[in-house]
């Protein structure tokens, strides 16, 4: 989050220059239906102006299946915390949730316990929160029973089975900035207008010390303990932290933990030789900078394999004159920013975006992207008249592994200027199509239910993987469709990334026109290879770690 940085005018006219994709075969649509979920929640802002850098940041959202009944809940983080249960059929009603005081700003979903049902970890301003489940009937504050400290500006935080086949889930927060007035940090900067004015404004991030990554080792017993110095975690990690995901991109059975940070170089943990401890490898693997080798401000990520060459990729959301960047995989070795040349470069470049999260919301195969956008100064128009604080949300259709901007088609609520924070993918009713979940931090969330071409839509699969001797959420495992013919999509089981937020956690899977799978392999994080043979079509399959 930086404000006034100057464009690059030669990448707008090197986007300008790439071959277009074909037109859509399936025009997305979104209807939003909050009010009629019963969705009934509200952020709000100081009235006061100019706000500060704390005060903009911003919350997250999370679909999740709380009470383990197959159908997907909703979690809203601010003040206060809500929870939301929903029916299946699009229908949401409030549920018992700890009343708890503290600066809540995101979450991660993850059954750390192995109980089988989701816990919560929240991530706050001086603070944080573990909520564990007790059945699917309540959550219960268990953070300092459970050795979990409070952090200093924790923002995204994730799950992830550091040690292949523990079964156990250790836990990943990011923090941001130090930001103590008794320090000295400043709340406002001195910042001039395009006629040299001086105008009080929030402060960029450079402004600010940046503050390492925290590690919470599960000790398998309900308790962690911090491991942040010892595995390495604290030293590798460069802080301005708002994003983190997890994922095997190399194939090799190991995870790395990608960071998103505000104004200094991505970070990408690598578990060293000999598995206690993680080295940095995002410069050597060409994500800690953009396409130029420069500095930009990450907020939000994500992985999937959007071009379907059996490699993820990794996608960053940037800020405003900064197009956000997708890191394409070369052959699981090294990464190459082409977000210019895969079309999301030139569209996003006037937004500051936040949300963002790979889905294939028209199930046709090829995974497609949506983002959240708004500044982060809510005066920003005194100092720059081209922009604004509230802007449009964004969908990109992926056309065989080039995307479009198919916005204004995916319904008024793309056109809708919003305060874009935190966003979440998930199928809320169970028809298969991929819905979203979108946070406006000075308003009413956006509950967008997925009617996308409605029965035109292709085939899909959904997998709802249990793990075993593997965490019981099956996170990290990786999913090969193979369909007839013989191609083959990948795709692995996740509920992080994006911006602050958790998303359904089931392994959807668009199959286009195919009317048959041949069989699907899963590689857990255990290193089982379990396979399954010609599985129906257009339904969610429990699928249980074999032997």
Not at 355 to 383: I, S
Not at 416 to 433: E, Q, S, V, Y
């Amino acid at each position: 989050m930086k404000p006034g940085l100057p464009g690059a005018a030669f990448l707008l006219i090197l986007a300008g220059c790439t071959k277009q994709a074909a037109s859509p075969t399936q025009a997305p649509y979104f209807r939003d239906i909050t009010e009629a979920a019963g969705l009934h929640y509200r952020w709000t802002q100081p009235s006061k102006t100019p706000l500060n850098l704390k005060e903009t940041i911003g919350n997250g959202c999370a679909f999740l299946d709380f009470d383990h009944d197959g159908n997907l809940d909703i979690l809203l983080v601010g003040a206060p915390c809500a929870l939301f249960r929903g029916d299946g059929k699009g229908q949401f009603t409030p549920a018992e949730f700890p009343k708890l005081t503290g600066a809540f700003l995101g979450c991660a979903v993850g059954d750390f316990d192995h109980d089988g049902y989701p816990d919560i970890y929240l991530t706050a301003f001086a603070g944080g929160a573990l909520l564990h489940n007790e059945g699917g009937k309540r959550f219960t504050e268990i953070s300092a029973a459970a050795g979990i400290t409070p952090q200093p500006w924790g923002t995204a935080a994730t799950w992830v089975e550091t040690t292949p086949g523990s079964g156990k889930l250790d836990l990943f927060v990011a923090n941001y900035v130090d930001f103590s007035p008794e320090r000295g940090a400043r709340l406002l900067c001195d910042t001039r207008d395009a006629h040299g004015a001086s105008i009080l404004a929030a402060c960029g991030p450079r402004e600010y010390e940046p503050l390492p990554a925290a590690f919470f080792q599960n000790l398998g017993t309900g308790r962690f303990t911090d491991a942040s110095v010892s595995s390495g975690v604290k030293a590798q990690t460069r802080g301005r932290g708002l994003g983190v995901a997890a994922c095997d991109f190399s194939g090799s059975g190991r995870l790395g933990i990608a960071f998103a940070n505000d104004e200094a170089p991505s970070d990408l943990l690598m578990p060293t030789a000999n598995g206690k401890g993680f080295t940095n490898q995002a410069d050597a693997l060409g994500v800690a900078y953009d396409s130029d080798t420069k500095l930009h401000a990450g907020m939000g990520l994500d992985w999937g394999d959007y071009d379907n060459d059996g490699w993820p990729d990794l996608v960053v959301t940037t800020f405003r004159h900064e197009p956000n960047s997708l890191y394409h995989s070369e052959g699981g070795k090294v990464f190459k920013d082409v977000g210019f040349a895969a079309g999301i470069g030139a569209a996003t470049e006037p937004y500051v975006a936040f949300g963002c999260r790979f889905l294939d919301f028209d199930n046709d195969g090829w995974l497609d992207l949506a983002f959240t956008n708004g500044h982060v100064q809510d005066n920003v128009q005194k100092l720059d008249a081209s922009t604004t604080y509230t802007q449009p949300s964004q969908l990109f259709q992926n056309q065989n592994g080039r995307f479009a901007d198919v916005s204004r088609a995916g319904g008024p609520s793309f056109a809708k200027p919003i305060l874009g924070r935190g966003l979440a993918t998930g199928d809320f009713d169970n028809d298969g199509a991929v819905d979203l979940l979108l946070v406006d931090s000075q308003g009413a969330p956006l509950l967008l239910h997925n009617e996308t071409a409605g029965a035109g839509r292709g085939h899909w699969l959904g997998l709802v993987l249990e793990g075993t001797k593997s965490n019981r959420d099956g996170y990290g495992a990786t999913v090969t469709v193979t369909l007839p013919g013989g191609k083959t999509l990948v795709r692995h089981c996740h509920a992080d990334g994006s911006y602050l937020s958790s998303s359904d956690p089931r392994v959807h899977i668009g199959l286009g026109a195919a009317v048959g799978v041949e069989k699907v392999v899963i590689r857990w994080p255990s290193g089982t290879v379990q396979t399954l043979a010609t599985p129906g079509l257009d339904r969610y399959l429990p699928v249980r770690e074999g032997p």
